[in-house]
């Protein structure tokens, strides 16, 4: 039973490139979590913002001085975990694979397809505890759809749905591979969000992507193939377009946590409860505290 005096649970923003920072943040404080993972990307701002309890990260450090490949994912997510967040908006820049998803306009990705190659650095689990969550529908519908609600109320050019390509990085696709991800159906590319998804997911935590289309990749040959240099403008633009869509959100982020996603652990414990070593109970201490405390 839910204990009707408590807070509701934190909400955590990851703010991708260009978005370092969240103004009208009320008793800010930076919070430095030590975790069994090794250091988080940056410090994590918590404060009040929009009348909740908001922890934000930025993904890549302030100043974007990690690439993605440096990127501590598990570090990242069990950090945001231990401090109490339930629900993460993850804020991403990236490349379109459709022209009709043109620079400046907002996707809100259903599905990714996993192009990577640290994948064993994508879970929690080993170690003496096997798990293997659900992840066909990897993105939370709930928070998506609050997502898009509040980007057509500001009137945001915003797509519902697509799937998001995500490779290692830091280079840009070549014109080949660019070309062949467009052919597969692919919609949108990266280099970040989909770790995330997948830890969250094991952290029992509700995500979604508010993705920002900052270029075309390199498959449309009547522009300029995507360089850092070129998408500035963009990235600054989309910055204060996903401040303005997290302002209106956060208020509507339920108080309770009960989504399908706070449960997925269910069923995806494979080994049995008197096996599980002591050190990796504690290192995942924030992940299995329900299993560990009933």
Known sequence: MTDATAAPPAIGVIGGSGL????????????LVETPFGA????IVRGRFAGR?????????????????????RANL???????????????????????????????????FDRTSQRRD?????????????FADPVSAGLRRLLLEAAQELGRTVHDGGTYVCMDGPAFSTRAESET???LGFDLIGMTNLPEAK????????????AMVTDYDCWKTDEDAVS??????????????????????????????????????????????????????????????RFLNS
Do not use: M
């Open 228 to 289: 850092a240099h070129a998408v500035g403008g963009h990235v600054q633009a989309n910055a204060a377009t996903a401040k303005a869509v997290l302002e209106k959100v956060i208020p509507r982020i339920p108080a309770e946590a009960d989504w399908p996603e706070h449960r997925s652990l269910d069923g995806a414990l494979f080994t049995d409860r008197d096996r599980w070593p002591e050190e990796t109970c504690k290192k995942l201490a924030p992940i299995l505290e």
């Open 199 to 210: 830890l969250a997911r094991e952290a029992e935590i509700a995500l979604a992507t508010l």
């Open 181 to 183: 991800n467009r052919r």
């Open 122 to 134: 994508h879970t929690f689990f080993g170690e003496g505890i096997v798990a293997h969550v659900g």
């Open 78 to 112: 069990w950090a945001l975990r231990s401090l109490g967040v339930r629900w993460i908006v993850a804020v991403t820049a990236v490349g379109s694979l459709k022209e009709e998803y043109a620079p400046r306009d907002i996707v809100l990705p259903d599905q990714f």
């Open 20 to 31: 370092y920072g969240i103004e009208g943040f009320s008793e800010a404080e930076e919070v």
């Open 53 to 73: 309890t908001v922890c934000f990260l930025p993904r890549h450090g302030r100043g974007h001085r990690l690439l993605p490949s440096e990127l501590n994912h």
């Open 40 to 43: 988080p990307s940056d410090a």
